[in-house]
C-alpha cells in the first residue's frame, strides 16, 4: 500500500489550502491525516471510517474538513481559517485490519 500526500505550502494566517492523499488502493477501515509540529508529537486532526463517520481534533473543528473520493482513492482535508499553529507536517494515514500504512507527509507553513 503507498499513500502519496500532497498540497502543502506556504499560507498566510487565515488562509484555506487542500491536502490530498492519494491511495494506490481501496478498501480501508479508515483514513486519517495526522500532523507533528516541531518538538511534538504526531496527533491526529480528522479520520474518516469506511462507513463515512468522521471526527476531528478539537482544535480544528469548525476549521477543517476531511472528506473523500472513493472512485479516485483520494482522501482530502480541506484547511480554512489557518492559525501559525496549524504549522507542521502532515501525515496521510490509512487502517486495513490491525495494520496502519502511513504516507510521506506534506508540510504545512502559516505565517503571522
Known amino acids: 500500500v503507498q499513500l502519496q500526500a500532497s498540497g502543502g505550502g506556504l499560507v498566510h494566517a487565515g488562509d484555506s489550502l487542500r491536502l490530498s492523499c492519494e491511495a494506490s488502493r481501496r478498501g480501508f477501515k479508515s483514513t486519517a491525516w495526522y500532523r507533528q509540529a516541531p518538538g511534538k508529537q504526531r496527533e491526529l486532526v480528522a479520520r474518516i471510517t469506511a462507513g463515512g463517520d468522521t471526527n476531528y481534533a478539537d482544535s480544528v473543528l469548525g476549521r477543517f474538513t476531511i472528506s473523500r473520493d472513493i472512485r479516485k482513492n483520494t482522501m482530502y482535508l480541506q484547511m480554512g481559517s489557518l492559525k501559525p499553529e496549524d504549522t507542521a507536517i502532515y501525515y496521510c494515514?490509512?487502517?486495513?485490519?490491525?495494520?496502519?500504512?502511513w504516507g510521506q507527509g506534506t508540510l504545512v507553513t502559516v505565517s503571522s
Open positions: 494515514n490509512a487502517v486495513m485490519g490491525t495494520v496502519n500504512f
